[in-house]
């Protein structure tokens, strides 16, 4: 590689990617290899920075953030050019898939540009890439819910999540969908519908145990609609991934498939939300080199 740029959220991990940008610059003149420092101020910033670069630049680009930001970075890429990540963000629930588990972040940062690439999968919706995840119903209302309670009282980060969170247990909202693929058609009324490239989601969510970056393949939870007393029993279990063989639950995979709404839905990707009433999802598979922290065994981070 002739360069490494890494783009930086300042306000991720509440000021985090700072220091860590800081830790950067104070390692560059030891890593052999040119360094770029560029921090977003604005949504949207970390795209028109990833986009700058193409595959003849022969750089890397490192996402210092959280899901938000590696999702923006991803969405500016370009084809060929390779991405990393540092985490910063509060859920990183992408990293959890290729956690080298190396508490010093010197360390981290040093282990990840001598590590090696590999090639994984992403998904694309109506667009929109996504390395994590993919979901329409309640999981992207709570997003959305806690979100605007932040913004009302900023003081208010975890709480805004459970209250967000408890007013969707407290009083669903299931909606009518169709699901189909060329294996299976489903039309039924859902609590939610998630489709995850990783296991995580969700801040630490291990909805799809089973999942592999490389695999070419969605793991998808297909979650019927129930009454709130259902949900509160169901919820730990879909988190610790123990939802498997649930009547409430279809499990599924597939490459490619389109899911059609009653009605306009508030939907996420790797956190970032966005709306529609129908979805058209594929696989790009092995679409993006990755750089992997060095030492990493493969089968230890795919499937954990």
């Not at 994590?132 to 009282?153: E, H, M, P, T, Y």
């Not at 009518?176 to 995850?196: G, H």
Request: glycine share 10%.
């Amino acid at each position: 590689m002739k360069k490494i740029v890494f783009i930086i959220n300042p306000n991720s991990g509440n000021g985090y990617g700072v220091e860590i940008g800081k830790k950067i610059a104070k390692l560059a003149p030891s890593l052999r290899v040119e360094c770029e420092i560029l921090y977003t101020k604005n949504q949207g910033d970390a795209t028109r920075f990833a986009d700058k670069y193409t595959k003849s630049d022969d750089v890397v680009i490192i996402s210092v953030g959280g899901d938000g930001t590696m999702n923006e970075v991803l969405n500016g890429i370009h084809a060929g050019v390779t991405m990393g990540i540092i985490p910063s963000g509060s859920g990183n629930d992408f990293f959890r898939i290729i956690d080298p588990h190396i508490t010093d972040i010197e360390e981290l940062i040093k282990q990840t540009i001598a590590g090696t690439i590999r090639y994984i999968d992403y998904g694309i919706v109506n667009g929109k890439k996504f390395l994590g995840s993919f979901s329409v119903g309640l999981d992207a209302n709570v997003v959305d819910g806690s979100r605007k309670i932040q913004q009302k009282n900023k003081r208010v980060r975890k709480s805004g999540y459970i209250l967000a969170a408890l007013a969707e247990v407290i009083k669903p909202n299931p909606f009518n969908m169709t699901f189909e693929d060329a294996q299976i058609n489903v039309n039924q009324s859902c609590l939610f519908v998630s489709a995850l490239n990783g296991q995580y989601y969700g801040g630490g969510f291990n909805s799809a145990p089973d999942a592999d970056i490389e695999d070419g393949l969605l793991d998808i939870n297909i979650v019927e609609a129930m009454k709130s007393t259902r949900i509160v029993s169901l919820l730990p279990v879909y988190m610790q991934g123990k939802h498997y063989g649930l009547k409430e639950v279809i499990i599924h995979q597939s490459n490619r498939f389109t899911m059609t709404c009653d009605r306009e839905m508030t939907a996420q990707v790797d956190g970032e939300l966005f709306r529609a009433s129908k979805f058209d999802v594929q696989v790009d598979n092995k679409g993006i080199p990755f750089l992997i922290a060095k030492g990493i065994n493969k089968n230890e981070n795919t499937k954990r």
